[in-house]
């Protein structure tokens, strides 16, 4: 079956809605930075954030996991960015060579 127009699409006002992942990032970074940065890094270091970045809500988890699943519980359309408390990323990635035989 071939879709007609306007049928399966997505409404052109729910796609301007949608944030992009940058202004996600830098709308998560800026309430994080203005709100809960302070406090967190003295109290929480470690940790992970969700921020959701439509009400500035944050969600405080052990996991990265945790804290996602927690704030869509708390907001299942939300848009959300997520920081580990004290680091300059959530997560790293890197590799190691070892020239040892």
């Not at 309430?31 to 970045?53: C, D, M, P, Q, W």
């Not at 945790?66 to 990635?93: M, N, Q, T, Y």
Request: glycine share 8%; net charge negative.
């Amino acid at each position: 079956m071939i879709a007609t127009e306007g049928e399966n699409r997505m409404s052109e006002e729910l796609v301007r809605a949608t944030p992009s992942c940058q202004d996600i990032a830098d709308r998560g970074e800026a309430i994080y930075g203005e709100k809960y940065r302070a406090v967190l890094e003295k109290t929480s270091h470690g940790k992970f954030v969700a921020i959701n970045v439509a009400n500035a809500d944050a969600t405080l988890a052990d996991t990265g996991e945790d804290a996602i699943r927690l704030a869509l519980e708390k907001d299942p359309s939300g848009f959300f960015h997520l920081i580990r408390v004290g680091h300059k990323a959530a997560f790293e990635a890197g590799w190691y060579m070892s020239c040892a035989r």
